[in-house]
């Protein structure tokens, strides 16, 4: 069976929009509370190749080893055992198992389809993303393969950012109305056994930027001049719930996840830890001799 990921006409009517009306809620899912949290993360420097893997759980950090990956990879997602790395320009890609912080690579691919704007993985799933078109391509990441299971034409456009913690995946909006009155549009589901589910939408949230996720939370940073601003909300059962402050900081160019922790990091080596679990935030402290010039940090969930 051809794995590529065609764009093409969805495939079942349960294909949804991101800002559809809400269906009912769906339970928690079972995959999510049989499997152990991956608490491994990987580096990757697109230019050059070179990567490398550590844990973190609790916000304590242990670099396990180094490697090399083919260049030029545009995005990497991870779920619970698992890390796919896919090129939007050309689509190549592999997929591997991702545990205890080693990176074993199971199969590569040379037909992804190519302009995927966003990908993400939940604890069992991975979601492509066409941000200009409104298609998208959902499949398990599991045992270190990926296997498509839906293909969709009819996703709102215009998302521009989207994370997903074990079970729930969630896209906002960059921006809408005035540079006085920032908003942002919100949208979240299920993103299990391969296939995303329309859960709700809220409009005329407030300007909430990237988002990022772990197990079960999410963490919105949104540039305000020189520092970002943190919103929290949780993220299960296939909603996001209400955003609250929870304070700011400087500018960081990558943040990357793990089940329960955050790596915040800035191109010069300049690292943070925090702890992010059961929807509350925690700083840990700076990380010290961190490699310069990583353009990829993803974690599993």
Request: charged share 15%; glycine share 12%; aromatic share 10%.
């Amino acid at each position: 069976m051809k794995k590529s990921l065609v764009a093409a006409v969805a495939t079942s009517a349960l294909a949804v929009l991101l800002a559809a009306p809400a269906t009912p809620a769906t339970a928690a899912s079972q995959y999510c509370n049989d499997t152990t949290p991956n608490t491994s993360i990987l580096f990757y420097n697109k230019d050059t190749g070179a990567a490398g893997t550590a844990t973190l759980s609790a916000g304590s950090y242990h670099y396990t080893g180094a490697l090399t990956l083919p260049t030029h990879y545009t995005h990497a997602a991870a779920s619970r055992d698992s890390l796919l790395l896919y090129n939007a320009d050309t689509g190549a890609g592999e997929t591997g198992t991702f545990t205890t912080g080693r990176y074993t690579r199971v199969e590569s691919f040379t037909d992804f389809s190519t302009k995927w704007s966003l990908v993400e993985a939940s604890g069992d799933s991975v979601l492509f993303y066409n941000s200009g078109t409104g298609r998208g391509v959902t499949g398990t990441l599991k045992n270190g393969r990926y296997q498509e299971v839906r293909q969709y034409d009819n996703f709102s456009t215009g998302w521009a950012f989207i994370a997903a913690s074990c079970d729930t995946a969630v896209a906002t909006t960059a921006r809408r109305g005035s540079v006085e009155f920032p908003e942002s549009n919100l949208g979240f589901g299920t993103l299990t056994g391969g296939v995303y589910t329309n859960v709700g939408n809220r409009d005329r949230e407030v300007f909430l930027g990237t988002l990022v996720a772990t197990k079960d939370s999410v963490l919105a940073l949104s540039r305000n001049g020189s520092e970002l601003r943190y919103r929290l909300a949780s993220a299960t059962n296939g909603k996001a719930g209400e955003f609250r402050e929870t304070g700011t900081s400087g500018v960081w160019d990558v943040v990357g996840r793990t089940a329960d922790s955050l790596f915040f990091y800035k191109n010069d080596g300049t690292s943070w830890i925090s702890k992010l679990s059961g929807g509350d935030y925690a700083n840990v402290g700076p990380l010290k001799d961190v490699s310069s010039g990583w353009s990829i940090i993803e974690g599993g969930v």
